[in-house]
């Protein structure tokens, strides 16, 4: 009987998996394989809250492959080592994994098929599992990449999908692999208390509960700090316990301007993916470098530590700050501003923010978070990079009766309505009840003119 090793990665479901569905054509036993990669953590990038989200998301892949006959199997070190090990161990001919967009990504593929060449063994890289539209599927015609988001998403839409995938009925691992035993989230430190559940089946009752009953106000509600009224797939798509090309087909047979936005907000994930792709290293530096002379050297710490903490006196800062401290996970809208304080109003070098992101978000993504935070702070994509965003005319905007504030900000909860908003303007009683909350640690004219005189220097 032939034998292969399917390598998960960052697409952790047995839904809608071409890896998987190859591996097991033709009858064939399979390896369902996971390897705890010492390079992450040597990167900095296994944070508390993502660890807890792959327990749970481990534990819930070994429990479906379990129904259907198998069992994941797990390994910790280095990933080549690793699956040439376990692709011995089993007799396998072939490993398949899904293609990812990153720089480790790629070194990963190209010395995973080095090693197992040598070793006479095939690796088979499937696209369309971690993106809809992968990587270089569409290119303008002159670079390897679209730069820009509209013309991009053009294409992007004009794309067919293939079909979806079911679930395999059965899995069949053959005997004498030994696996290391899966970790559990209670046994993790510093985890955020609110965060969510990870797992393929709690992905899957989301994905179901969203397209039920948040897409089809998506287009007139998404901005909606208070409403909490977006999908919260983010974590599902990072770990893949939701496959984005089902994402897309479900939304769009649901249909309506709802799916329409939502769907295009998906195609913002494929393309910052695609931009990584061609330009990994804007992982760590700017998208367009010639900005790197005004960038802010400025290293605040005053004014960084309260940022993180959530103590800038600008409210809708400080709750989305702690919102994330909290949940692990924090709004579009909210990530959109609190980047725009940092790396605009403080003027502060975009890096140290997106590395605060990475530490604490569930669904913290080198691609999404690193290309976001570039476009806020106006070293990316985004067409409007001198564009700053006012803390206070944002809040009233989108959070326009202050409940978003109030859920976060407890030494505000007595302030009613929009004046949370603004709580140095409150004078009397009103003023003494919120002495436990800080004064504004910048004046936003002041940091405006800072960051004009920056960008004219430029
Ligand atoms: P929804 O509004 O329901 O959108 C559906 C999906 O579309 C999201 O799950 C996400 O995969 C994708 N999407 C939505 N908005 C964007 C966007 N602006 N860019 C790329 N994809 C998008 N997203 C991450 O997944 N990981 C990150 O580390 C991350 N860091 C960010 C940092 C900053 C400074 C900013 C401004 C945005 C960041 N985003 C990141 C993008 C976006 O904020 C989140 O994807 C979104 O808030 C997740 O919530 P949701 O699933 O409810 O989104």
Redesign the pocket.
Known sequence: MSVSVVLFTADLRLYDHPPLRAALEGHRQAVPLFVRDRAVAAAGFAAPNRLAFLADCLRDLDAGLRERGGHLVLRSGDVVEEVCEVAAEADADEVHMAADASGYAHRRERRLRRALEAEGRRLYVHDSVTTAVGPGEVTPASSDHFAVFTPYFRQWSGRRLRDVLEAPRTVRVPPGVGSEELPSRAALPDVSPGLAEGGERAGRKRLTAWLRSGLAA?EDR?DDLAGDA?????PH??FGTLSPVELVHRARSAGGPGAEA?VR??A??DF?RQVLAARPTVAHGDYRTKHDRWRSERTARGDIEAWREGRTGYPVVDAAMRQLLHEGW???RA??LT?SFLAKTLYVDWRIGARH??EL?V???LA??QL??Q??AGTGTDTRPNRVLNPVTQAKRHDPDGVYVRRWVPELAEVTGAAVHEPWKLRGPDRARIDAYPDPIVDLADGLARFKRARSRG
Do not use: E, I, K, P
């Open positions: 998506y998404h977006t999908s919260r797939l983010s798509l990072h939502f907000q998906v913002w994930r910052h924090m709004h579009n990530r959109l980047a992101f990475l978000l669904d913290g993504d999404n978070n976001n935070w476009w806020v």
